[in-house]
């Protein structure tokens, strides 16, 4: 399919590179800033556009990897009748994009995608649209990117995006505080990577709840009041620390 790419940033950067290597022709890219766009663009080897006013009608399928506010912007903007529009948000609704194409919908990466990514990872695909006929033909467009493709309409979506921002972006927050206290204890925080690997790695054969381990999990207060006495300095840490412990302890999702 000929594709044209709305958007510079880390989705456009990395689901172009994917859409290149399926062997679709991108037509465009087109983004708001010089430098980036040219920069982009000159990586995926396609001509550029600045502004969606550029947007050229010569393409089948639009993905509009824009940040999620722009992408009511561009809704209001753009119009694109008769082609394919796709958006890349886990939190915004399918229809957003209808006052811009009929044929349009969703096509959501359920991943965290950085520009420089190399290699690209494995991208599971969540997809949706406002017509089932423009269904398959995304199912058809993402199939060609992952080998993982599923239907997911927007609350499902919403709560997939919710639940990627606990495994994401809240463990992420924690590598942030375990780091931030081996850099002032003056402690290695590489010597932990091989328990996150360890850890992480576990979960694709046992459910979260069978691989906790730890004090909280064998009510060991004796080492837990060792650890609070020693984070006695690090008041943000020592809350998330309470926290979880007395929610590992009641073992709970409530
Ligand atoms: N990154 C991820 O891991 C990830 C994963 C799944 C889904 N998503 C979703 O994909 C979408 C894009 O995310 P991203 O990570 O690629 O964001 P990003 O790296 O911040 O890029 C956002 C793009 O939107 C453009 N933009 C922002 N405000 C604009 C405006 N007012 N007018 C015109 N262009 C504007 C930016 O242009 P400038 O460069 O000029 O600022 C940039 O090209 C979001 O809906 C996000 O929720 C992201």
Redesign the pocket.
């Known amino acids: 399919m000929r594709v044209v790419i ?9 689901l172009g590179r994917r859409i290149l290597l399926a062997g679709h022709p991108i037509v465009q890219l087109v ?3 010089p430098g ?2 040219a920069l982009l663009a000159g990586q995926l080897g396609c001509p550029y556009g600045l502004g ?1 006013a550029a947007i050229t009608p010569d393409a089948e399928f639009y993905l509009v ?7 009511f ?2 809704a209001a903007d753009v119009t694109l009748p008769g082609k394919l529009v796709a ?6 609704p399918c229809n957003v994009l209808l006052s811009c194409s009929r044929h349009s919908g969703v096509l ?8 420089g990514t190399d290699p690209i990872p494995e991208i599971p695909i969540l997809i949706d649209a406002n017509d089932p006929g423009d269904l398959e033909r995304i199912v058809s467009f993402a199939g060609t990117l992952s080998d993982t493709v599923r239907m997911a309409d927007d609350p499902t979506r919403l709560k997939l ?1 919710l639940a ?1 921002v606990l495994v994401n972006n809240f463990t992420n927050h924690l590598y942030t505080q375990a780091a931030a206290f081996c850099e002032a204890e003056g402690i290695d925080f590489d010597l932990l990577l091989p328990l996150i690997r360890e850890t992480a790695g576990r979960l694709s054969y046992m459910h979260p709840a069978e691989a906790q381990t730890g004090p909280a999990a064998r009510r060991d207060q004796r080492t837990i009041d060792t650890h609070l006495e020693l984070l006695n300095n690090y008041k943000n840490i020592r809350e998330l620390y309470k926290l979880f412990t007395i929610q590992i302890e009641e073992n709970g999702i409530a």
Request: proline share 2%; hydrophobic share 40%; no cysteine.
């Open positions: 709305i958007g510079s940033g880390n989705v456009a950067s990395v983004g708001r800033h980036r766009t969606w990897a824009l940040s999620d506010s722009a992408l912007a561009f958006h890349t948000a886990g939190a915004v959501y990466p359920l991943q965290s995608l950085r520009k995006h990627g």
